[in-house]
């Protein structure tokens, strides 16, 4: 079965670094998202991605995040200067249309990238 | 605006016994929804998911869900506990573009 993979699994960060968190959606998928969630908290969204632009973004998804579809497969999340409150386990997930569409066909997400910033 | 309300955080069930996890959400629209599980150290697998089709919905591992508008409710039901079925469990909203919204999860407990 066709997997969304993420890497590196963990990483810490010192508070005010950048940082990069990559992903590998299914390849014949077209959207693609980055959710987050803080220990103890609800999943929230991050992004979607299509077409090489951002199609909606959350609140919190300021000027420090970024996202990127550098090279065709690899869909990447960065972080310009991590704060504390970054800390979280980050989930990237793709789809071959939107959740919504007439197959319904659901997203399908990575196993995760747990950011703890120090 | 749409939300999502898991209304247990913990269930603890005995082996061999029906689970039922309980999610009521608001939409202003005719939503999609979804149960994703979470195993520890592992990604958001999709259980099902109801888009309009059939009203109760069949997913993987003998899980299903039954979605009633008058309620709001999308409660998910197994008929019989498995050990392996001790996971993290959120039931999730597609109500309009591309943003899903997510409970704030059930832990499933199995009791040998």
């Known amino acids: 079965e066709p997997e969304v993979t993420q890497t590196p699994s963990h990483q810490v960060t010192q508070m005010g670094q950048e940082v990069i968190l990559r992903c590998v959606p299914i390849?014949?998928?077209?959207?693609f998202y980055w959710y987050r969630q803080i220990l103890g908290q609800k999943v929230e969204f991050l992004v979607s991605?299509?077409?090489?632009?951002?199609?909606?973004k959350s609140e919190i998804f300021d000027d420090q995040f970024s996202v990127e579809r550098p090279d065709g497969s690899n869909f990447t999340l960065k972080i310009r200067s991590t704060k504390l409150e970054d800390s979280a386990m980050y989930f990237c997930?793709?789809?071959?249309?939107?959740?919504?569409?007439?197959?319904?066909?659901?997203?399908?997400f990575g196993s995760g990238t747990r950011l703890t910033v120090v | 605006a749409q939300s999502v309300t898991q209304l247990d955080s913990h269930v603890s069930v005995s082996e061999g016994t029906p689970v039922l996890l309980r999610c009521n959400y608001s939409s202003s629209y005719s939503p999609s929804l979804f149960w994703y599980v979470q195993h520890p150290n592992k990604g958001l697998q999709l259980l099902l998911k109801y888009t309009s089709a059939a009203t109760l919905v069949k997913g993987i591992n003998g899980f299903e869900a039954e979605f009633k508008k008058s309620e709001t409710s999308f409660h998910l039901t197994k008929p019989s506990a498995h050990m392996s079925d001790a996971a993290e469990y959120f039931c999730?909203?597609?109500?309009?573009?591309?943003?899903?919204?997510f409970g704030g999860g059930t832990r499933l407990m199995v009791k040998p």
């Open positions: 991605f299509y077409n090489n632009e951002i199609s909606e």
């Open positions: 997930a793709s789809s071959e249309e939107t959740g919504r569409g007439p197959k319904g066909y659901g997203y399908t």
């Open positions: 390849s014949n998928h077209l959207y």
């Open positions: 999730v909203v597609n109500n309009a573009g591309n943003m899903l919204t």
